[in-house]
Structures are given as structure tokens and as C-alpha cells.
């Protein structure tokens, strides 16, 4: 199965998004979701980062909205527009979760 994830908050609770298990995993951050892509504590990176075989993108637009540009995103997250966010859940994912 390829399942799109979409996070839209920064819950440090990462228990139900480390049981998903997926043929694709794709992880997509909107809203407030969107600061595990540029916030580190204690020099680390947001453990939702370390899903083993996921990809990552964050909505451009909700960076944007919160004072933040491309160049503050972890690299192994894909900055994408909103209309992206619409291709990638219809046509590169059989099912979505929103966490």
C-alpha cells in the first residue's frame, strides 16, 4: 500500500506514526506540522525525520506563513505548494492518515 501521512501539528507523541507501515510512505507537513521540518532541540532533528524509508515534503505556503523560507528546512524534506500537496495525495498515494 502507498500511504500519505499528513502531520499538521508539532505533538512530540510519536507513537502511532512509528507503527505505520507502508510499501511508499510519504510524510506531509502542513499547518503547524510544517516545524519538524525546520526546528531542532538539543541540536536534533524532529524524530518523525528518522522514519526509516519515508519521504518527506512541507507546504511552502504554510513555511511562509510562519516566517520561514526554503533555506530553513531540513534537508531531507522536499518543499512543496500547495498544489503539489493535491498531486501527491491523488495521484502518488492509494490512502492518506492525517495525524
Known amino acids: 500500500m502507498k500511504l500519505g501521512v499528513i502531520v499538521s501539528d508539532l505533538r ?5 506514526f512509528e507503527r505505520l507501515q507502508a510499501e511508499k510512505l510519504g510524510v506531509i507537513l502542513v499547518q503547524n506540522g510544517i516545524y519538524h521540518a525546520v526546528l531542532k532541540e538539543n541540536g536534533e532533528a524532529s524524530p518523525i525525520l528518522a522514519k526509516e524509508g519515508a519521504e518527506f515534503y512541507a507546504v511552502k505556503e ?4 510562519r516566517g520561514f523560507g526554503d533555506g530553513d528546512v531540513d534537508g531531507k524534506v522536499k518543499v512543496v505548494t500547495y498544489s503539489d500537496f493535491v498531486d501527491l495525495i491523488m495521484n502518488d498515494y492509494e490512502k492518506t492518515a492525517w495525524l
Not at 512530540?12 to 502511532?16: C, D, K
Not at 504554510?62 to 506563513?65: K, N
Open 12 to 16: 512530540r507523541t510519536v507513537n502511532s
Open 62 to 65: 504554510d513555511l511562509e506563513s
